[in-house]
Every structure is written in structure tokens, then in C-alpha cells.
């Protein structure tokens, strides 16, 4: 069994409660790992290392030009070591070796775009509007984050994070999935490698109701960045709101995938596909509601229904692999506790819906892909989100309808349209309240697209110029460029 422990101040620290947890390898259905389980005096460590760092170590005399070029030194390690990282994903997440590889060959993009936008930040001078004052603004580091994350896609969701926060001047604690903590780990032993001096990034190990939570409730953090759930999102949120700290909160979603009669159906179908099946459904813009217009609703079901239904199970590791196991057997319990409810409430089941266990599953928590026909848009597998690779298909008449059903939803994250009209296109970007919408195409990112959610998919936005903003605060600076005030009681 390997051996993670936490890292604070630049250090390997081991849990001042001597505990320990196992990690499960999705695959084989055993515990690879053990992971030291933080409490709130490790949590403690870490913040007031990240505040020294801050406030009176290297980090505070770092030019931002500086900070640019050392966070392109992370990136050249990071890419030096993505094939590792993605495999330790992989053994912690069971997703794909094809895209965590992917995913993490391109996190150093991250690292380049924000460490180039370090030094470009500036200040205002203000166009005074009385004599006698020069006024400017400066932006300085919010202070000490919080970074959370989960357990999907740990290193890009963290590296969407850490960027910017670092770009900006803060200084960081992460608190990694208790079930995806290996990755983050070994990426904190590469810290030394990019020239980090101690206590700027610091990784805290453990669960969210005691790690998590001390680190959301620790006086001298001032920024949480969070992504996960929106159970989870929501107690952050009353949490920071009673000490007036600042939030992001990237949420889960219910996302439409909508198919107009005049697409192109054969890229829709395979977008509809890769929407709800790539990564078991394990991601928060998982097109898991198939919005179809009513005139091709057979034909699409039966392409999608063929496609999924081809799709090879198997071992994560073989790039051959096209569908792979669940993360946890709580969250395969889960998924299959929403089958049951989608069939009890009247949907119909037309691909799939049992356990899958053949040979080329291995010891895992897998779920056959499965579709849903005859699904309201009023029906629990419509309304919540399962995270898992169930697709719900609910048929449409016209744009009016489609849009109507497409925000008859608490979350707002993504939207696919498929049309080859780009009236329609438009239109339907227009109406729909979503923080990204992806037209004849799905879940393309990038670090330069704004990326969030609206309503209960959550606050603020990560990637590009803006992001950096985030984790700054303006100063004001007035000085007086004039005699000194004469009258106490006059305000100039
Ligand atoms: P989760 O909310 O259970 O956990 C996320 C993180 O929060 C973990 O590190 C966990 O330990 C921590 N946590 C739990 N309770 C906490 C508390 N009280 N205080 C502080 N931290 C706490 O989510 P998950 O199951 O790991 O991830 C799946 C969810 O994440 C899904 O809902 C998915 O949609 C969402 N997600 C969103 C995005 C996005 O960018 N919008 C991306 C990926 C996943």
C-alpha cells in the first residue's frame, strides 16, 4: 500500500491524530492507499503557514512578474509528470487513462495562461472629481484560500483554481476529495521542483465534515474557491456569509442536450452520447437530459440507444476502454437507486439499468449505460442529479417548448443545442439560463472561456481574464496633493 501524507509549510506533515484512511481503486474494488486523516490543528498549521507566507515570507517580496514565471515553472513540471499524475487519478478516480492523460497534458495550459496574466494586472488612476487629491486603486491578493475540490476530475479543477489564486498573490490550502486525494499529493511533491517557496500552497488530507468544514471556518481565510456539490456548496455559502468572506462555488447540473429535427444527426447522436457517457456520467456538465424534437425522437433514441449500447466496459487503464467504473460504491448505489426511482415513476426503460460484471470488469463498481424513454420533465430523474451514466430523454415540439423545458431546472450550468440553423442557434443561446452554452458541439473547455454555473449551479466564474479577479481586492489610495485640511469639520 502506498502512503500519502499531507504537506504544509513546504514539508511532509504526518496527522497530529495519527489516523489514517484507505482509498479504493474503482477497478479492482479494493484500497490502494492510505491517506493521513487531518484534523482542525492540521488544518490550523496550514493556514497560518499559507498566512506567513503571505504576509511576511518570500512569497510577500515576489514581484508579479516573478510569480508569472514560477508559475510557468509548475506547468513545465506538471507536464513533465502528467502521465504519473494521470494514472494515480485513475487508480483513485477509475476514469479513463485516455482523459485524465488528456486532462492533465493539458492542465500546464493553466499554469502559462495565468502565470502570463500575473504581471498584467493593473491598478486605476481615478478621474478625481474635487482638486487637490491624486486617487488610484491597486489590486491586491484576497488573502489566504481555501481550495476544495472533488473527486472527478481532481487536477484540472484544482488547476482552474490554483492559477489564478497564485497569479493573483494568494496563497493557498487545499482540501483534495477524500476519495482523489493521491494526485494532489504527489503534485505537492513537485512544489519543491518549480522553486514554491514553503507555506504558498499547503495540502490538507481528510473529510469534509472536519477537515473541510475547519478550513471553511478558519478566521484567517478570507477566500473559499469550492467545487463539489450543491448540498455541500450551500453550507459553505452560510458558512463564509456569517464571517463576510469571499466565494466560488462551481456547482452540479442537470444539463440539456437539445436536438432539433434540421442537425446534423449523426454529430448530435455522438454528442449526445459522449455528453452523458464519456467519464460514466461523472461530471458536473453531464448532458444528462436528451431534449429531442418530437418528429425525430424514434430515430434519435434508436442511434443513441445502438451507440451506447456498443460502448466497451472495461478496465480504465486500457485506452481501448470506452466506458469505465463508478468512483465509489456509495455513488454506484446511488446510481442505481435513481434507476429504480426513474422506473417506479413511470419512465421506461430503454437501454440498460442493471449492474455490469463480465470478465471485463474486474472487481468493479460498474453500471451498464443506461437510457430512460417517456421521461417528464417533472420526474426525479429529470430534476436531480445523479451523476452517473443514466440519460433521460423527454421529446419537445418547437424552440419554445425545448427552451421552456431546458430551464425548468434548479441548476444552470451547460447546454448543447444541435441545429444546422443558425437563426435557431442564436435564439436558443439567447433564451436559455445556463452559464455556458455549446452549439453542434459538448463539453469543450478551455482556460481562456469563462466557465459556471447560474441559479443552484452556483457563483462566479473560473477560467479566463476574469477569473484572476476572483482572488484580488481593490485598494483606494487618496492623496492629498494640497495644503493640509484647515477646517476638522468640512470634508473635502
Ligand atoms: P461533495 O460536495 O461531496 O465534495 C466536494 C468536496 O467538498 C470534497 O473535498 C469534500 O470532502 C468537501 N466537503 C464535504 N463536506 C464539506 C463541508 N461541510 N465543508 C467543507 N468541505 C466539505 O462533491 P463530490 O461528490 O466530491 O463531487 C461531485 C459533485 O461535484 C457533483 O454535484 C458535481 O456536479 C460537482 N462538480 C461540479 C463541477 C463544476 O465545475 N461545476 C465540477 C465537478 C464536479
Redesign the pocket.
Known sequence: MQHYTMFIDGEHHEPTGGEWFTTDDPYRGAPWAEVAKGNAHDVDAAVQAAERALRTGPWSEFTASQRGALLRNLGDVIADNARQLAETEVRDNGKLFTEMHGQLQYVPQWFYYYGGLADKVEGTVVPMDKKGFFTYTAKEPAGVV?V??????PLL?LA?KLAPALAAGCTVVI??????SASTIELARLFHEAGLPPGVVNVVT????D???A??EHPLVRKIS????????R??NE?AARDFKHVS?????KSPNIVFADADLDAAVNGVVSGIFAATG?????GSRLLVQDSIHDEVVRAVVDLAGSARMGDPMDESTQVGPITTPT?HAKVLDYIDIAQSEGAQLALGGKVASGPECGSGWFVEPTIFTGVSNDMRIAQE?V?GPVLAVIPFHDEQEAAALANDSRYG?GAGVWTGDIGRAFRMSERIRSGTVWVNTYRAVSYLAP???VKD??IGR?NGIGAIHEYLEDKTVWINTEAPTANPFVMR
Open positions: 481555501a476544495i475540490t472533488p473527486w472527478n476530475s479543477l482552474w482540501k483534495p476529495s477524500e476519495f482523489t481528510g473529510f469534509g465534515g477537515v473541510g468544514s478550513l471553511v469550492f467545487t463539489g456539490s450543491d448540498a455541500t456548496g453550507r459553505i458558512s462555488l462551481e456547482l452540479g447540473g461523472q461530471t458536473c456538465i453531464a455513488q442529479e451523476f450550468l466557465f459556471g454555473g449551479s452556483g473560473e
